[in-house]
């Protein structure tokens, strides 16, 4: 398996735009995380689904943040309008479930600027 | 929710020394805990894990061991290499929505390896 997929790596916009994150998480696996990683603030986990649906999104910064797993292979998290606040890596990681006795698998990041 | 405390947040030792790193948990039901390496520019990578019913387990020169009562656990590393040089998160899987379980990591420690 290629381990879970993120695009684009770099990103690099203007505020105001709408910015689109892409993952695509490990075949089988029926949870995914999104997490956003600052100096800052560490790891914070900013949704995730299982078996594709939305489960908790109370990590969320606020409703310029939306995030979609519209099936079993792909998810999206968009900010629009996006803001220099929101420069961070972002990273979608994924796992089976087993009742939360398992290894969470992280890809690569997506490094977004926002100038 | 949960809630995991991680110290120290940067931790230097000589090559050849051991270096331990500690976490806290708040809630009694999370049943497994793992710990990730994460180095510069990369994504975090799950080195060891355990079990809510084990009380220690090692690999190499790697271990960890846990006390549910007072709800710790820690990492220990035996004879450091410079390649140990990165920044740990220790994480604790605790129930959320609708039967799923969700991860809470630590704020990191950022572990130097002098040569």
């Known amino acids: 398996d290629a381990g879970v997929i993120q695009s684009p790596r770099h990103e690099v916009t203007e505020m105001g735009q709408e910015v689109t994150l892409r993952c695509k998480p490990i075949?089988?696996?029926?949870?995914l995380f999104w997490y956003r990683q600052t100096m800052m603030r560490g790891l914070e986990l900013l949704i995730y689904f299982n078996n594709n649906v939305p489960i908790d999104d109370s990590g969320m910064p606020e409703d310029r943040f939306s995030a979609k797993m519209p099936n079993a292979s792909f998810s999206t998290l968009k900010i629009q309008p996006s803001e220099p606040r929101d420069s961070a890596v972002y990273f979608c990681?994924?796992?089976?479930?087993?009742?939360?006795?398992?290894?969470?698998?992280f890809g690569p990041g997506t490094r977004l600027t926002v100038t | 929710g949960e809630n995991v405390e991680q110290h120290p947040s940067t931790l230097s030792v000589q090559e050849g020394d051991s270096a331990v790193i500690k976490c806290t948990y708040s809630d009694s039901a999370s049943n497994y805990f793992p710990w990730y390496k994460q180095e510069l520019g990369k994504r975090p990578q799950l080195i060891i894990d355990?079990?809510?019913?084990?009380g220690e387990k090692k690999d190499q020169r790697i271990a960890v061991t846990l006390n549910k009562t007072a709800k710790h656990f820690s990492l220990h590393i035996t004879e450091t290499q410079p390649e140990d040089s990165a920044v740990y998160f220790c994480a604790a899987s605790s129930p959320g929505g609708a039967g799923s379980y969700q991860l809470t990591f630590g704020k990191g420690t950022k572990l130097s390896v002098i040569p």
């Open positions: 990681a994924s796992r089976a479930g087993l009742a939360g006795i398992s290894e969470q698998y």
């Open positions: 075949s089988g696996h029926d949870y």
């Open positions: 355990i079990r809510s019913n084990v």
